[in-house]
């Protein structure tokens, strides 16, 4: 009886051990034949083998553990050390190229070396715990590298900052362009907060906006501060005036602006000190700091101040998204009634025909002297007749038009003949200029006319000023000079940062006064911005010529290669990417899908791919230089599109979802086509090539070399599918906005997936704090110390992560704890 009752839970055992064969087997050769079909799809697209080969071994070994025979261990054995093999050929140790390739056969193998003893008729029990063990600490020690960051760069050699510990600048108007100053660094003179006690940061204040979530919003604002004040405004353009101190709110405006439906915008709003400026003119006209050709036209400024009694003392300048100027009483939010007519200046005029959401202001309006210079978002891919890319400039005081730039008419100076209009359909300027004095120049970064993917249509002068920096004559709006950063841009790589003025050490002790452009293609150009000469190399290579019937490309391109690249490595099979081997071997064959012949495949009627793509590379962000130092911080996109041209004859296009940006098809009115445009996503809907798809990097101007790159954040707060990733894993996601540096080492950045406000050291990248934000952010952060406490802030817009469900209205401000030492009296 005793002898029965031991012999049952054996056999039970054996039972067991005997199912878990047969699954097993049954699964490996499910698993072997999805690899194999699939494999022989990519080997006929001409793609890699090991698939097809790996999936038959999987099949037939999975078909011997169903017979119960050793060898389908041995077979599995083989196909196991085959991979380890390949995949160290593809990719080397990169580790998360790797994760797809083995981790899965990992997991396999780990089940068969638990079922070596059943399947060797109770044997090899000692072989089996010492593989297994060995197979769990290889899944653990990948399990916990998922939580390190990976493809870090650093290459040293570089001095080190100090940190006085006081802050160095006491300028009342410490912020008040949108990248600080005029030359769009993002350089804040201020050692407060620092490497030692940056990580006692806390909220000091929260404020909310009220503007209602809004699937066509996307809070970009980047506040301003003068003296006590910050002001700031909202994606409908809402104006809010707050205490630097507390974020209580001093005033606000709502200027009705009606819902686009599209792009619903605001980066910033101007400042405007008439009585500053007369100082500023006089003393330029008495240092002859002023270029001449610019002083005699600005220093009539100096009799055109306002006299009214009433009239406004300093001035809050906004743009909005139904194409007005408007101008506040920066004390009161009141409208400056002798600006325009009656605060306002409508600036469709000239314009013609203005289809809804075709036209409108996106980015902080340039307060310049007396001038207000604006440019303007046009609808991407709409139409060979959308409104003109035009740059005027307003008189500040009055709102009287000083000066234009319709670069399709330069007789065109002011307002159109009477019937006539700007020309239509130009590069348009969307991003932030920057803008030199001294010099008397504007720099201007331009766009492509439209629409973006075909450019059979355009004129000899758009072909010659798209994609460019262009240099007007601040007195005068006339072209100095300009310098293309793509030719006949077939691929939507307009400039879309604003260009950085550094003052570059020469070598002897003196500087040269350098402009540093970042592109969405990843090269970044430096030039002199006197006469737009490279100071860094730039060589004319041969692009592919391949092309859609009727249009056309340039036979060469532009790279600067004096200068790192960021994210241009081209794509290839091997860097495609997925969660599990069954995404990855869809993400390559769909790669074999496509025309690529890297960053200028021109856009045909078969699927084409874009990279690094027309998000970027670098965006609207910009850069951040340490302007003690000359260290340059940069964080890019990297997410490829897939665009088609589709015949236009016999579609019928109300069935194609119209919309803007990746998933959308741009109906190209006016052109033998529409485009489509998707992205490179896996059936599980994460991107098809490796990460990181975002990076922060470093780059040291004084010897023009990357010395560190790190992944931007993690998908943490990333939704794929409708589900929240919830796990901080940094495998660099793509950032929007740009960062602030710090005279102390730091540098601020919330631009990332997730949702934190990060501290970063400059010379290392390493990570010294970060912040939860309620919701993602996209907004450049922006810090200042405070005229009346002495106490620094660091702000930061939290209006909700691009790709992210999560919105809000926040404006929050973090600081050091009031009886922090550092804190100033």
Not at 243 to 266: I, L, M, V, Y
Not at 556 to 585: H, K, N
Request: proline share 8%; charged share 15%; with cysteine.
């Amino acid at each position: 009886m005793s002898g029965e009752r031991n012999k049952s839970p054996s056999g039970a055992s054996r039972k067991c051990s005997q199912t878990a064969l047969l699954v097993f087997g049954g699964l490996l050769s499910l698993v072997g034949v999805a690899l194999a079909a699939g494999g022989m799809q990519l080997v006929i697209l001409g793609g890699s083998w090991y698939y097809l080969i790996a999936g038959v071994a999987m099949a037939v070994s999975g078909f011997l553990y169903l017979r119960r025979k050793p060898a389908g261990a041995w077979l599995y054995a083989l196909v196991f050390v085959g991979t380890v093999l390949w995949a160290l050929w593809e990719v080397g140790l990169s580790f998360w190229p790797l994760v797809p390739r083995l981790a899965p056969m990992l997991v396999l193998a780990l089940i068969a070396s638990l079922l070596l003893p059943p399947l060797l008729g109770g044997s090899g029990r000692g072989v089996s715990r010492g593989l297994s063990a060995a197979l769990v600490l290889v899944l653990v020690a990948g399990g916990v590298g998922m939580f390190v960051p990976h493809g870090v760069i650093s290459n040293g050699g570089i001095g080190s900052l100090a940190d006085s510990g006081e802050p160095e600048s006491s300028d009342p108007a410490a912020w008040q362009y949108y990248g600080r100053t005029p030359n769009g660094t993002r350089f804040v003179p201020e050692t407060q907060i620092n490497r030692d006690n940056v990580e006692g940061l806390e909220v000091a204040w929260t404020f909310r906006t009220g503007d209602p979530a809004n699937p066509f919003s996307e809070n970009q604002n980047t506040p301003i501060q003068i003296d006590d004040t910050l002001y700031l405004c909202t994606p409908m353009n809402k104006v809010f005036a707050l205490d630097a101190d507390t974020g209580e709110e001093k005033w606000s405006f709502d200027p009705q602006a009606p819902d686009t439906h599209t792009w619903n915008r605001c980066r910033g709003v101007g400042y405007y000190e008439p009585g500053a400026v007369t100082n500023s003119l006089l003393e330029s006209a008495d240092t002859d700091s002023v270029d001449d050709a610019a002083a005699p036209a600005l220093l009539e400024t100096a009799a055109a101040q306002p006299a009214a009694a009433n009239a406004c003392r300093r001035r809050i300048v906004l743009t909005t998204i139904d194409a007005r100027l408007i101008e506040l009483d920066a004390d009161t939010g009141e409208l400056c009634e002798d600006f325009g007519q009656g605060g306002t200046v409508d600036l469709k005029v000239g314009m013609g025909e203005i289809k809804p959401a075709y036209y409108f202001p996106t980015s902080m309006p340039t307060v310049v002297q007396d001038l207000v210079i604006v440019g303007g978002w046009v609808f991407d891919g709409r139409s060979v007749d959308e409104p003109s890319g035009v740059v005027r400039a307003f008189n500040a005081n009055s709102g009287e038009l000083v000066w234009a730039w319709d670069l399709g008419n330069p007789a065109i100076t002011k307002l159109p003949p009477e019937g006539d209009t700007y020309t239509r359909a130009t590069p348009n300027v969307w991003s932030t200029p920057a803008f030199d004095e001294a010099l008397g120049l504007i720099y201007l970064p331009t766009g492509n006319q439209q629409p973006d993917f075909w450019g059979a249509h355009r004129s000899p002068a758009a072909d010659e000023f798209s994609s460019s920096i262009v240099a007007l004559e601040l007195a005068t709006g006339r072209v100095r000079w300009k310098f293309q950063t793509a030719h006949h841009d077939l691929w939507d790589y307009d400039v879309p940062a604003q260009p950085a003025l550094y003052e570059l050490p020469d070598g002897n002790g003196g500087t040269v006064p350098a402009l540093i452009q970042v592109t969405k293609r990843g090269q970044i150009f430096m030039l002199d911005r006197r006469d737009g000469s490279p100071l860094a190399e730039v060589e004319e290579r041969p692009v592919p010529q391949e092309h859609q019937e009727g249009d056309w490309v340039s036979a060469t391109q532009p790279y600067s290669v004096g200068m790192p690249s960021i994210g241009t490595e081209p794509l290839t099979e091997q860097a495609m990417w997925g969660a599990t081997f069954f995404d990855q071997l869809a993400c390559r064959i769909a790669f074999r899908k496509l025309r690529y012949e890297g960053e200028f495949t021109a856009p045909t009627t078969e699927p084409s791919l874009l990279y690094p793509g027309y998000y970027g590379g670098m965006n609207w962000g910009s850069v951040s230089i340490n302007e003690n130092e000359g260290y340059m911080f940069i964080n890019d996109i990297r997410m490829p599109q897939i665009v088609k041209l589709i015949p236009r004859e016999g579609l019928d296009e109300s069935q194609m979802p119209a919309g803007h940006g990746v998933g959308s098809v741009y109906p190209m009115e006016g052109t033998p086509f529409v485009v489509d445009h998707a992205s490179l996503s896996s059936p599980l809907g994460i991107p098809c090539h490796a990460p990181p798809w975002g990076t922060f990097s470093m780059i040291d101007l004084n010897t023009r070399a990357l010395v560190w790159q790190r992944p931007a954040g993690t998908v943490e707060d990333a939704v794929v599918n409708g589900i929240k990733a919830s796990v901080p894993v940094p495998l660099g996601m793509p950032t929007l906005g740009g960062a602030v540096n710090t005279a102390s080492g730091l540098v601020f950045y919330a631009g990332t997936q997730d949702y934190y406000l990060r501290a970063l050291d400059i010379e290392t990248g390493e990570e010294l704090w970060k912040g939860r934000l309620p919701v993602g952010a996209q907004a450049t952060p922006m810090t200042y110390v405070s005229p009346a406490s002495g106490r620094q802030y660091v702000v930061v817009s939290a209006g909700g992560a691009r790709q992210s469900p999560d919105r809000g209205d926040y404006v929050i401000a973090y600081a050091l704890p009031d009886d922090a030492d550092s804190a100033t009296p």
